[in-house]
């Protein structure tokens, strides 16, 4: 079956400008994690969802990062005013559950990169 | 403050040893530790992982061993082959942080032919 797909897959933008990246989870995963790995490190925790609700966004560098899972499926993360600290790869992952040890699929990423 | 370290950034072993990668972690918390492999251009792929009520896991080729005492574990790779060459991360979570991973630094694993 399919597994978890992102788009684009490379984003070059300039400072100051808005970005959206999408996530696309493996069909039926309810919960879905985002991540950010910058070069030479492991990925760190953005937010994750439960659902259609942010369960914990403590991840969040700040204000200019946002998340959304409208329909429960599909999340896109939304950048604003972006920086040139913001380039790194974008990681989504999904999983089966939240509340039980399950282990998470991800997507290739996106590589963002801000001029 | 990272919770989770590897402390090699790399490795290299010849075809057919043994690869063993190290990780130690600092937060008692954590009570699930994974294995991910990660090739370029490519998301991190899961490969084992243990619980902590378990010192041992083995899937095939690829041993886990957990020292909870020590917050260390290890992942041993017999024989090693050409197609391990990647980067290998070692992640924790607990449940109660509705397990998302938290990362070590990786270990670039280069198997010799």
């Known amino acids: 079956g399919a597994g978890v797909s992102q788009t684009p897959s490379n984003k070059v933008t300039e400072k100051g400008k808005y970005v959206e990246l999408r996530c696309d989870p493996i069909?039926?995963?309810?919960?879905l994690y985002w991540y950010r790995q910058s070069l030479g490190q492991g990925p760190e925790f953005l937010i994750y969802?439960?659902?259609?609700?942010?369960?914990?966004d403590s991840g969040l560098p700040n204000d200019r990062f946002f998340a959304v899972r409208p329909e429960g499926s599909v999340s896109t993360l939304k950048i604003q005013r972006t920086e040139r600290g913001d380039s790194a790869v974008y990681l989504c992952?999904?999983?089966?559950?939240?509340?039980?040890?399950?282990?998470?699929?991800f997507g290739p990423g996106t590589r963002l990169t801000v001029l | 403050d990272q919770q989770v370290k590897q402390n090699s950034p790399s490795l290299s072993v010849q075809e057919g040893r043994i690869s063993i990668l190290n990780c130690d972690y600092t937060n008692s918390m954590f009570d699930y530790f994974l294995w991910y492999k990660k090739y370029p251009a490519e998301g991190p792929t899961f490969l084992i992982s243990i619980s902590s009520i378990k010192d041992k896991n083995e899937d095939g080729r690829f041993t886990v061993f957990l020292n909870k005492s020590a917050k260390h574990l290890s992942l041993h790779i017999v024989p090693s082959q050409p197609g391990d060459s990647a980067v290998y991360f070692c992640?924790?979570?607990?449940?109660?942080?509705?397990?998302?991973?938290?990362f070590g630094a990786g270990t670039i694993l280069r198997v010799k032919s």
């Open positions: 992640a924790a979570s607990h449940m109660e942080y509705g397990n998302k991973l938290v």
């Open positions: 069909s039926g995963h309810t919960a």
């Open positions: 969802f439960q659902g259609t609700g942010a369960a914990d």
């Open positions: 992952a999904s999983s089966l559950l939240v509340t039980t040890y399950n282990e998470q699929f």
